[in-house]
């Protein structure tokens, strides 16, 4: 069943939020005045294709549709979900909701890309109050996570955990506040450190890059992962956060920020912090820093992936979640025909495979065919809980042949078939595939090991059986072209 989002507002954000949805199976229906809006929503949605995929190690579903209307009636029409991203004047707020009010589905989601209003100004003169919640954010939305989640006290119950269910569906983290508050939570971190900067700057302290050096360089690191007060607890040492507190606390009294007063912005103090922005990135252009900045953000994410922590974690859950009813989650005994070639990656190729040539390292076709065994032998059994038993497959021998180029976001899929398995030996076969195209195969040889011992040893007698299952069922197809290769023979 296709789901609907509605997009009223089509700049920065309203883009990323139908970037977001679209990427994730969504169709999605948008209304934007502005005659530029096509253009703007399909430079953000390029960007969003080479950057989102390679997020994760699945491939993300069929893209939806993204349509556009000329009214807001004809935008909302069929839509579950509806995100109200308009210039932040309360007057054009509550008019907007009152069109969308009159011409949506009563049970659907009305959020609020709002960064500072408070949902109880945004539910003011509203049909239905309730419908109306904060749903904030971050900067791309199609990368970034998190958004805060603030009902108010108007919402129902059930309204807020559908909200929460179908946030956490697009992979986002929804951080429900139980009370309102102006600016919700992150952007009171936000304004605080930008107020204390612009005094920095007025002062001559820092120019603006030196105090974005000092956030890239230091503890804007630490928060990506961490946070604020894991951060602080670490910092306490063995005695933990009392030790933190007692040790620092007392500063907090001390003159060392101007948090409570701001400087005139005057035309001096605008040209100043422009020129120094200017001199500091304006050898690039806005897209281009989008790029460069999607880059850095799904480089650090995916290796806090491979730590599954922080927004990493997020993501191997949404992941799981993806995974879950398909063949790539299914065990041996669930695949119906045995002598078919089994699928055991579906993903898109991430930024960060891509090498200097523009194509596919090749270390990373070893990574996608190392992932495929490591698929195979979960399905077999061999997995987490018999890892830890003390058995597991080590690979012993390794042939890769590339034959085609693969490029960032290219879906590439691998089957895996066996060529022989009994005992404790395991013959492998890998074809991936971009489409019809075959780009590359590759071969393994593994043999089951003890892992007391580190010696060869006979694996469980149901993996034996399920592994045999395949081998047994597959003996009758072709030799696959390839098999057995040495390296510098004939093509």
């Known amino acids: ?182 600016a919700h939570v992150a952007d009171r971190f936000l304004e605080a450190v930008w107020r204390e900067a612009l005094w920095l700057v007025k002062d001559g302290i820092a120019s603006t890059e030196e105090i974005d050096n000092a956030i890239r360089y230091g503890f804007g690191i630490r928060w990506a992962q961490m946070g604020l007060f894991e951060t602080y607890r670490v910092a306490g040492g063995e005695a933990g956060m009392k030790h933190f507190m007692a040790q620092f606390g007392p500063c907090l009294s001390w003159p060392w920020t101007k948090l409570m007063d701001v400087p005139e912005f005057t035309d001096e103090l605008v040209d100043l912090i422009a020129g120094q922005s200017d001199a500091q990135s304006g050898m690039h252009s806005i897209r281009e820093l989008e790029r460069i900045r999607d880059n850095n953000l799904v480089t650090m994410m995916r290796g806090l992936k491979t730590q599954d922590w922080g927004a990493g974690a997020l993501m191997n859950a949404h992941e799981k979640q993806m995974r879950a009813g398909t063949v790539l989650a299914a065990r041996a005994d669930e695949i119906e025909d045995p002598a078919a070639p089994v699928l055991t990656v579906h993903r898109a190729v991430p930024l960060d495979w891509v090498d200097y040539n523009g194509h596919m390292n090749e270390a990373r076709y070893l990574h996608a065919f190392g992932d495929a065994t490591d698929r195979f032998m979960e399905m077999i059994g061999c997995d987490a809980a018999y890892i830890a038993s003390g058995g597991s497959y080590f690979t012993a021998e390794t042939h890769i042949r590339h034959l085609d180029e693969a490029h960032a976001g290219d879906v590439i899929e691998v089957t895996t078939r066996v060529l022989a398995g009994a005992g404790k030996k395991m013959h492998l076969w890998h074809e991936m595939r971009i489409g019809e195209r075959l780009v590359a195969t590759g071969e393994h040889f593994l043999l089951h090991v003890s892992l007391a011992t580190r010696k060869p040893s006979a694996p469980s007698p149901e993996i034996e059986a399920a592994l045999a299952r395949f081998a047994q069922a597959q003996a009758t197809l072709p030799q696959p072209d390839g098999a057995g290769r040495a390296v510098g023979a004939p093509r």
């Open 1 to 182: 069943m296709s789901k609907t989002a509605a997009i009223i507002g089509g700049g920065v954000i309203g883009g990323g939020w139908a970037a977001r949805f679209a990427l994730n199976g969504w169709n999605v229906q948008v209304f934007d005045p502005d005659p530029q809006a096509e253009r703007k929503i399909a430079e953000v949605m390029g960007n969003a294709r080479r950057s989102m995929p390679g997020l994760t190690d699945v491939a993300l579903p069929e893209e939806g549709t993204i349509s556009f209307h000329a009214s807001i009636v004809e935008a909302v029409a069929g839509a579950s979900w509806i995100q109200e991203s308009v210039p932040e004047r309360l007057d054009i707020k509550h008019k907007t909701f009152a069109k969308v009010q009159a011409a949506c589905a009563p049970d659907a989601v009305i959020g609020s890309s709002t960064s500072g209003f408070k949902p109880s100004e945004l539910q003011q003169g509203a049909a239905r109050p309730e419908q109306i919640m904060v749903a904030h954010p971050f900067n791309p939305v199609y990368l970034l996570p998190l958004v805060e989640l603030v009902p108010g006290n108007d919402n129902t119950g059930l309204l807020v955990e559908k909200a929460m269910t179908m946030l956490s569906a697009l992979g986002m983290y929804p951080l429900h506040l139980k009370k309102e508050i102006d």
